[in-house]
């Protein structure tokens, strides 16, 4: 199967839409927050610089790096990106949005994309035991 796909979640923070964006943006402070996530640098600058449209962004660990470009920087409340490249997916579009609630902020991110591979519904006959089709 390979898509498309998408994922929304949507979550609350206490904090206010000002400091979710600038925790969001700054991809250098990732490490420290993010499971999974050793090293996070802006490989590129973004128009207006340091994250704004055009900004990419690398992140991962151990060799498995993830490359985001930034395609919005609307702050505080929008923010975009695609994945360009480190993972098997392709017309990845995500947009975060940040609404003010309360004293607080409502999170909505939601992601679509198609997936590069095939991923199988059933078991290729080879691997139940069973001979080749001739």
Same mark, same amino acid.
């Given at each position: 199967m390979t898509g498309p796909w998408s994922y929304e979640v949507i979550e609350r923070s206490s904090a206010q839409p000002e400091t979710v964006y600038e925790v969001l943006i700054n991809v250098t402070e990732w490490n420290q927050w993010?499971? /999974?996530?050793?090293?996070?640098?802006?490989?590129?600058?973004?128009? %207006? #610089?340091?994250?704004?449209?055009? =900004? *990419?962004?690398?992140?991962?660990?151990? /060799?498995?790096?993830?490359?985001?470009?930034?395609?919005?920087?609307? %702050? #505080?409340?929008?923010?975009?990106? =695609? *994945?360009?490249?480190?993972?098997?997916?392709?017309?990845?579009?995500?947009?975060?949005?940040?609404?003010?609630?309360a004293n607080a902020t409502r999170i909505e991110w939601r992601a679509t994309f198609n997936v590069k591979i095939c991923i199988p519904t059933r078991t290729p006959p080879a691997l139940n035991g069973e001979p080749p089709s001739t």
């Open positions: 993010v499971p /999974g996530i050793k090293q996070a640098l802006l490989e590129r600058n973004g128009d %207006p #610089p340091p994250y704004g449209r055009g =900004a *990419i962004r690398k992140l991962g660990r151990s /060799g498995l790096f993830v490359r985001e470009e930034i395609v919005a920087a609307e %702050p #505080p409340h929008h923010h975009s990106y =695609a *994945i360009i490249s480190g993972l098997p997916v392709k017309d990845h579009l995500a947009d975060i949005e940040l609404h003010p609630d």
